[in-house]
């Protein structure tokens, strides 16, 4: 009886022992795959909601977290601002990236978030496609994170139709950043990564996907009349895409229109698709998922916004944009089910921007609309040299920006504080403008939370412009007189999706406040890494559990 008692004993011992042993051991998913959907609003997951299958974004709703109150915490909300933000925790006035592009005053000249003289293209010999690299960006991501948590064991790779939405997600150090370049239809990459394209690379490129995408041109996904959430075919206030008269489905000329033109397949479903394909050649190409050690894959799916910006959120085109991406999405979910394992990859799903009803759209409707900024740096100067016989005073108006011309009034002995005044007294009795501020002076101003943060937050005060323009509800830049664009603060603009499924997710949903800077601390807090060191952001405990 001792004897057995004694056995006993000591299997629970040993039981205990070898529990604690394997409690040692860091775990960790095999795979995070991020998931930004470019210009995607958060109501769009509810809009559609009826229209979805069940493998595509319901399964994200249903079987993973939902964080429903996410917004963003600066202005300009652009993509690559976005992108970085997401990936940093942080903001443009920590990070550097205050727009896709700023003017900078020591060169004289508006500079592109991404661009790089001193890299060489890789994959093609366009100089200005892919001379990329992340030199801008400050602050590292949470995919240089991974790397050094990993001893850069951990592969990172950033796929997208952008230069800049593949190249800021990805880091200053992943296994590589490709994007789509329009002069050949290839995907290519830059020195900055590597001298010569993968062999997998060139493998796809070789096989042509585009053009079988589009060979039987853009109809509907469903029958027309279904498309219920969705303005009649053919609104005033849409563009149109390629040689198409109208915009009216079927695109039955998108195959030609391609071969015509390489960027015509960015504003169709059939980008997205792309996208996805060589999503999943890159996690063969580079075994990621394949061992213990954690790999990230950063996708950016970019059709959405450049179908937005063509037709305007309530198109028909638009919708049929993400009933589509839906489709793509719940094919890759069952790639990656298949390849890396279920239960063994995290995804987040979320967006860089929202983007604005358009301006017919609103008008049509009764809403509050308008448009802005017609002539804009022309008339602002005029009105300066009218007063101080200056001339040339605002340099760029850009980012709802107006960058003053520092030697100009350093040369002629003007007071940079009266110039700016005088120009924000004038633009608050625009009536298109809400608030005009000086950047060096939003802090004690009058102007309502959460706007006043979200001002300071994208204010870089090397990179961003002299006075901050903040214009009415719904009221759009000239430029967007078709379509739509983003860039406010608004909840049109700033509320977006924040979607968790995986390994280490909870089931479930929150209506709490977020922000888009608490993405990279959550999912640093999950793989147990350091945050981005430029982190602002908080980790979003429901998702995790804990």
Same mark, same amino acid.
């Given at each position: 009886?001792?004897?057995?008692s004694?056995?006993?004993?000591l299997?629970?011992?040993?039981?205990?022992?070898f529990?604690?042993?394997?409690?040692?051991?860091?775990?960790r998913?095999?795979?995070?795959?991020?998931?930004?959907?470019d210009?995607?609003?958060?109501d769009?997951?509810?809009?559609?909601?009826?229209?979805f299958?069940?493998?595509?974004?319901?399964?994200?709703?249903?079987?993973?977290?939902?964080?429903?109150?996410?917004?963003?915490?600066?202005?300009?909300?652009?993509?690559?601002?976005?992108?970085s933000?997401?990936?940093?925790?942080?903001?443009?006035?920590?990070?550097?990236?205050?727009?896709?592009?700023?003017?900078?005053?020591?060169?004289?000249?508006?500079?592109?978030?991404?661009?790089?003289?001193?890299?060489?293209?890789?994959?093609?010999?366009?100089?200005?496609?892919?001379?990329?690299?992340?030199?801008?960006?400050?602050?590292?991501?949470?995919?240089?994170?991974?790397?050094?948590?990993?001893?850069?064991?951990?592969?990172?790779?950033?796929?997208?139709?952008?230069?800049?939405?593949?190249?800021?997600?990805?880091?200053?150090?992943?296994?590589?950043?490709?994007?789509?370049?329009?002069?050949?239809?290839?995907?290519?990459?830059?020195?900055?990564?590597?001298?010569?394209?993968?062999?997998?690379?060139?493998?796809f490129?070789?096989q042509?996907?585009?053009d079988?995408?589009?060979?039987?041109?853009?109809?509907?996904?469903?029958?027309?009349?279904?498309?219920?959430e969705?303005?009649?075919?053919?609104?005033?206030?849409?563009?149109?895409?390629?040689?198409?008269k109208?915009?009216?489905?079927?695109?039955?000329?998108?195959?030609?229109?391609?071969?015509?033109?390489?960027?015509n397949?960015?504003?169709?479903p059939?980008?997205?698709?792309?996208?996805?394909?060589?999503?999943?050649?890159a996690?063969n190409?580079?075994n990621l998922?394949?061992?213990?050690?954690?790999?990230?894959?950063?996708? #950016?799916?970019?059709?959405? +916004?450049?179908? !937005?910006?063509?037709?305007?959120?309530? *198109?028909?085109?638009?919708e049929?944009? %993400? &009933?589509?991406?839906?489709?793509?999405?719940?094919?890759?979910?069952?790639?990656?089910?298949?390849?890396?394992?279920?239960?063994?990859?995290?995804?987040?799903?979320?967006?860089?921007?929202?983007?604005?009803?358009?301006?017919?759209?609103?008008?049509?409707?009764?809403?509050?609309?308008?448009?802005?900024?017609?002539?804009?740096?022309?008339?602002? #100067?005029?009105?300066?040299? +009218?007063?101080? !016989?200056?001339?040339?005073l605002?340099? *760029?108006?850009?980012?709802?920006?107006? %960058? &003053?011309?520092?030697k100009?009034?350093?040369?002629?002995?003007?007071?940079?504080?009266?110039?700016?005044?005088?120009?924000?007294?004038?633009?608050?009795?625009?009536?298109?403008?809400?608030?005009?501020?000086?950047?060096?002076?939003?802090?004690?101003s009058?102007?309502?939370?959460?706007?006043?943060?979200?001002?300071?937050?994208?204010?870089?005060?090397?990179?961003?412009?002299?006075?901050?323009?903040?214009?009415?509800?719904?009221?759009?830049?000239?430029y967007?007189?078709?379509?739509?664009?983003h860039?406010?603060?608004?909840?049109?603009?700033?509320?977006?999706p924040?979607?968790?499924?995986?390994?280490g997710?909870?089931?479930?949903?929150?209506?709490k406040?977020?922000h888009?800077?608490?993405?990279?601390?959550?999912?640093?807090?999950l793989?147990?890494?350091?945050?981005?060191?430029?982190?602002?952001?908080?980790?979003?405990?429901?998702?995790?559990?804990?």
């Amino acid at each position: 009886m001792f004897k057995k008692s004694l056995i006993f004993a000591l299997a629970i011992f040993s039981t205990g022992v070898f529990s604690q042993k394997n409690n040692t051991t860091l775990k960790r998913p095999k795979l995070v795959v991020g998931l930004v959907v470019d210009q995607m609003r958060w109501d769009y997951l509810y809009r559609y909601y009826d229209k979805f299958e069940n493998d595509g974004f319901k399964r994200l709703i249903n079987q993973g977290f939902s964080v429903n109150n996410v917004h963003i915490p600066y202005v300009p909300t652009y993509t690559a601002v976005g992108h970085s933000s997401i990936y940093t925790g942080s903001v443009p006035a920590i990070n550097g990236i205050c727009g896709n592009d700023w003017y900078d005053k020591s060169l004289g000249k508006s500079v592109y978030c991404t661009a790089d003289d001193s890299v060489k293209p890789v994959g093609t010999a366009n100089a200005k496609v892919g001379s990329q690299s992340p030199k801008n960006l400050w602050s590292t991501t949470m995919t240089d994170q991974l790397r050094l948590a990993t001893n850069f064991q951990g592969k990172v790779v950033g796929v997208s139709l952008k230069d800049r939405a593949s190249i800021l997600p990805a880091g200053h150090n992943p296994t590589g950043a490709f994007w789509f370049d329009d002069s050949t239809g290839d995907f290519v990459t830059s020195s900055y990564y590597m001298n010569e394209l993968p062999k997998w690379v060139n493998d796809f490129n070789a096989q042509k996907v585009p053009d079988n995408l589009v060979k039987n041109g853009w109809n509907t996904l469903l029958p027309i009349s279904e498309y219920t959430e969705s303005s009649p075919d053919n609104s005033p206030w849409e563009g149109l895409l390629g040689s198409a008269k109208t915009p009216t489905f079927p695109y039955n000329n998108f195959a030609a229109d391609y071969q015509k033109k390489k960027d015509n397949i960015r504003t169709s479903p059939f980008g997205n698709t792309l996208t996805l394909k060589m999503a999943k050649a890159a996690i063969n190409g580079e075994n990621l998922g394949d061992d213990a050690i954690t790999d990230f894959l950063a996708i #950016n799916l970019a059709s959405t +916004d450049y179908a !937005g910006h063509k037709f305007g959120p309530n *198109s028909i085109e638009v919708e049929d944009v %993400y &009933l589509r991406l839906d489709r793509d999405l719940g094919d890759f979910f069952k790639y990656l089910d298949k390849t890396v394992g279920a239960g063994n990859y995290t995804v987040f799903l979320s967006a860089d921007h929202g983007g604005a009803h358009s301006e017919g759209f609103m008008e049509e409707h009764k809403m509050p609309t308008g448009f802005y900024g017609e002539g804009a740096k022309k008339d602002y #100067n005029q009105f300066l040299k +009218d007063k101080f !016989g200056v001339d040339k005073l605002v340099i *760029s108006f850009t980012n709802n920006q107006i %960058y &003053l011309d520092d030697k100009i009034m350093t040369d002629n002995k003007l007071d940079e504080t009266q110039v700016k005044d005088y120009l924000i007294n004038y633009l608050n009795h625009d009536k298109s403008v809400l608030f005009a501020v000086d950047m060096k002076k939003v802090a004690p101003s009058s102007i309502p939370e959460p706007i006043k943060t979200r001002i300071m937050n994208g204010y870089n005060w090397q990179r961003s412009g002299d006075i901050q323009l903040i214009f009415h509800d719904s009221w759009l830049p000239n430029y967007s007189r078709l379509g739509t664009t983003h860039g406010a603060w608004n909840s049109y603009d700033s509320h977006i999706p924040l979607l968790f499924m995986g390994w280490g997710i909870q089931k479930g949903e929150t209506n709490k406040d977020y922000h888009m800077t608490d993405i990279a601390p959550t999912i640093c807090a999950l793989l147990k890494i350091q945050f981005p060191s430029g982190n602002v952001g908080n980790p979003i405990a429901e998702v995790l559990g804990k």
